[in-house]
């Protein structure tokens, strides 16, 4: 098994720009979710997903959409990119039941909007 | 809202024994875990607390007290490559509604 993949590893933007980050899963996970992480502030949820077809808000949503049309893939979409969004970027999956809060997280990618 | 305090920074001797703390304040309570990162690295999960008292895994323990909103992380004979950021992070509203602290950077020297 692979785990948890994200694409790509590392990213530069322009204000402005749009990008998706890629985030796949090959351990039948139910749950999924998207973090940045910044320095001194730890990791921070944006959105994630209890189901295919199913998603929700986090604690910083705003300047990024989600979607989950497979229980595998769960990409994040930056609209139009900020340079208050460079930051690195952890997918993580977990399964249903007992080991629910055992998340499993990416390699990460490494954002920067010039 | 949620919050969590846990310390910056804490060095400890190869060998020896060191305790990472959490409090946390929270409008929900299901569990505390604690995530393990090396530098470059991804988290890791190491453990969870949902019920209060003791958890052990190996050489890593972890404590939670629900009536005090405390937990810490305990490391037992600590090896070089336990040097580490540590996260404590509060499950709050159902298994993805996580809050993570700042993080714990351990040193360990020799």
């Known amino acids: 098994n692979a785990g948890v993949t994200q694409t790509p590893k590392f990213q530069v933007l322009k204000t ?10 090959d351990m039948n996970h139910e749950y999924m979710s998207w973090y940045r992480q910044d320095p001194g502030m730890g990791l921070r949820l944006i959105h994630y997903s209890v189901g295919a077809g199913i998603t929700d808000q986090g604690e910083v949503p705003n300047g ?51 | 809202g949620q919050s969590l305090e846990q310390p910056s920074e804490v060095t400890a ?7 990472i703390n959490c409090t946390y304040q929270t409008s929900g309570f299901y569990g505390l875990s604690w995530y393990q990162q090396h530098d470059g690295g991804a988290p890791t999960f190491l453990s969870y607390n949902a019920l209060d008292g003791l958890e052990e895994t190996g050489r890593f323990s972890s404590f939670l007290s629900r009536s005090d909103s405390y937990g810490y992380l305990l490391l037992q004979e600590l090896q070089m490559k336990d040097s580490a950021s ?12 996580v809050t993570f602290g700042i993080g714990t950077k351990l040193q360990v020297i020799p």
């Open chain 1, 16 to 25: 402005g720009q749009s990008m998706t980050l890629q985030c796949a899963q």
């Open chain 1, 64 to 114: 990024y959409n989600v979607s989950r049309s497979t229980t595998e893939d769960f990409p994040l979409r930056l609209l139009s990119a900020a340079p208050s969004q460079t930051s690195v970027y952890f997918c993580a999956s977990s399964s249903k039941g007992l080991s629910a809060n055992e998340q499993f997280f990416g390699p990460g990618t490494r954002l920067t909007v010039l």
């Open chain 2, 13 to 19: 001797v190869e060998g020896a024994i060191v305790q």
């Open chain 2, 86 to 97: 540590y996260f404590c992070a509060v499950n709050s509203g159902g298994y993805q509604k």
